[in-house]
């Protein structure tokens, strides 16, 4: 933090002062940058989230009723913390581990079935190239 005295209208003891002010509020709103950041986080994922598995020709047509229950109730949850006035920034961020901890498995498992089946189907062709010779 700088500050200068251009015109000699600050004294040395106001300058001092402003430089301990500016450290003290540093540190509160280094605390209230990470609590927005995690709100903002925690927010997006689970907007993303439910409109990913509410979205009927993408993702959710791929997932099983269970599966879509679960991560919806997970993004209902993650949304009352969100709301909530008293969630600080551990909080916040537990929630998103909470989500993503439930989440991402489902959506592993709906793609990773997805891949085999593809990487399934190429080896088939190699076979398929070889037998031909």
Known sequence: ITITNDKG?????????MVQEAEE?????????????ARNSLESTAYSLKSQVE??????SKLEEDDKTA????????????????????????????????????????YGDQGMGGEGGEEE???????EL
């Open 9 to 17: 209208r600050l004294s040395q003891e106001e300058i001092e002062r």
């Open 71 to 110: 991560i919806l109730d997970a993004v209902k949850d993650a949304l009352e913390v969100v709301e909530s006035d008293d969630a600080d920034a551990d909080a916040l961020e537990e929630a998103l581990k909470t989500l993503q901890g439930i989440s991402n498995p489902i959506i592993s498992k709906v």
């Open 25 to 37: 509020f540093a540190e509160e709103d280094a605390a209230l940058k990470k609590k927005i950041d």
């Open 55 to 60: 979205d009927e020709e993408k993702l959710g």
């Open 125 to 131: 062709e190699e076979e398929d190239e070889h037998d």
